[in-house]
């Protein structure tokens, strides 16, 4: 199944259950089934603060248990999470999208590992370009037991972190709080590869009004490392 050419999707509709860790919602889409195909798509504003059990809560495309979705050349602009991954989803390939976002506690790839949520297996997360500039904002999170393969992106916010190695490589990191991300090809698999960079900013020229093109002096240039993605 394909969804794109292109669509825009606005939500902010909140589904409330009678539980706890039952919320749902402000979602532009909720990916379940298999082979999924999601293309040239603008996402805005999918975020909603009435969530009785998380605060907040909201995303562009949520991932929940679906087998082998390709996510590519999609906008976001301004959602609370670009995309999170969840319920035992495996083989997600996420590559050539841009993300903007300057909502607090925003979110770029929230992959879930073992736990009520996962585990999740097989992601690949290559030529992104995600920008968020709040304080708190999270642009990459893998949870133990998520395998992942990240390279070649442009990843600007706060924080990220990963509890387990992944095979990361080639991206630029353009951290202002803690950077938590250990790779597999660094040495001792603490830090991240050599290949990849953590100073310097993220060599945009202009995210926030939807200009994601590189500048001339960006530490993108001639970075890409090759990955298993075609």
Known sequence: DKLGNPQVTIDNILVIGPGSNDNYGAQ?????????????????????????????????????GSKNATIHHNKSMNDLIFSELGNGATGTIVHHNVVYSSLGAAGGINIHGAGAYGRVTGTKVVNNSMVLTAK???????????????????????????????????????????????????ANSKGV?????????????????????????SAAINRAVPTSVA
């Open 28 to 64: 532009g889409i909720a990916l379940g089934g298999s082979n999924a195909d999601i293309s040239y798509n603008s996402f805005s504003r999918n975020y909603n603060s009435g969530s009785p059990d998380y605060g907040v809560d909201g995303a562009a495309i949520e991932v929940f």
């Open 136 to 186: 708190d904002s999270v642009v990459f999170v893998a949870d133990g037991g998520a395998g992942c393969e990240l390279k070649n992106n442009v990843l600007s916010a706060a924080i990220s972190y990963t509890e387990n190695p992944i095979d990361e490589a080639g991206n630029v990191w353009a951290i202002s709080g803690w950077q938590g991300v250990n790779s597999t090809n660094a």
């Open 193 to 217: 590869a050599k290949t990849s960079t953590t100073t310097g900013a993220a060599g945009l020229v202009s995210p926030a009004t939807g200009d994601f093109r590189l500048t001339p002096k």
